[in-house]
């Protein structure tokens, strides 16, 4: 129990940060193939996730201050629009965290910004916790 639990944490994990990996499908399994456990499972998917999420604003945290560099990705234009935008919708829109490719670079933006980790944290657990709730609600219709 302990090696699946190891491996759904990585997973999740993974599947937070920028590295594409997913962590639903084991989720599902795990939790039909053993019931009882269930809510371990909830858990340990839902704190590696949002540790994954954490690592992403880390370097969102970091980033930040290399963006008057020639090498940075993004030029200054779509750090401003970037900026206006979370401004518009605030730290409200960390509740899209758990959406497929928008919500990884969302928590990167979120570290961009300067979200305080408080509030990153709740958010982010909150909405990575809630669409594993779901996951375990479809799989038990099966």
């Not at 909830?42 to 969102?60: I, K, Q």
């Not at 020639?70 to 779509?78: A, E, I, L, Y």
């Not at 970037?82 to 990884?104: E, M, N, Q």
């Amino acid at each position: 129990m302990a090696s699946e639990s190891l491996a759904l944490f990585l997973a999740a994990f993974l599947a937070a940060t920028l590295v594409p990996a997913q962590s639903e499908l084991g989720l599902a399994v795990l939790a039909t193939r053993s019931p009882d456990k269930a809510w371990l499972f909830l858990a340990v998917a839902s704190l590696g996730n949002t540790l994954g999420s954490v690592v992403n604003w880390g370097l969102g945290q970091g980033l930040a201050r290399f963006q008057d560099r020639r090498w940075f990705p993004f030029k200054p234009s779509q750090i401003a629009a970037a900026r206006r935008r979370y401004a518009r919708f605030g730290y409200w829109s960390l509740l899209l965290s758990w959406v497929p490719v928008v919500g990884d670079p969302l928590t990167l933006i979120a570290g961009v910004m300067k979200e305080p980790l408080w509030r990153f944290l709740l958010l982010v657990a909150f909405a990575k916790t809630a669409r594993y709730v779901t996951v375990l609600w479809a799989a038990s219709l099966f």
